[in-house]
């Protein structure tokens, strides 16, 4: 849902060149895709919301969870590792910012960087990588 939110932004970057051709062309299928606008995933995301409104330290909570992850990322031994985790970290951060935003009303796209953007479609990428590699194993 965060990048159902975002994805009107991440169209225009393509469309303006701000996102090289070839990154471009591996985005737009993503953004097209008609998952974004299954009513169960704006549930799921509306069910996160209650729930940091649900009172109010919930939300402040939340985002000082997320800042001692970052912490904890930084004693990683393995700078591969450490990389990685702090993507995440950051993916993660970045949709909740964009579902939630400061008060629980949500963020603005315009105002997330795009360092932040890549990181969010990063994450994205590597939850898709599980779900898929746990539906063959599934299969298997």
Known sequence: SAVAK????????????????????????????SLLDDSSIDSASEKLHNHALKDDSSLWEARMRARELMRIMNCVQCNKCRLHGKIAVMGVSTALNLLLGQTGAGGDAKKIHRVELAALMTTLGKFATAVDYCQSMLED
Do not use: H, Y
């Not at 975002?6 to 303006?16: E, G, I, N, T, Y």
């Open 6 to 33: 975002v994805k009107d932004r991440l169209l225009a970057d393509c469309d303006s060149g701000n996102i090289d051709a070839e990154t471009a062309s591996e985005i737009q299928p993503i953004l097209s895709s």
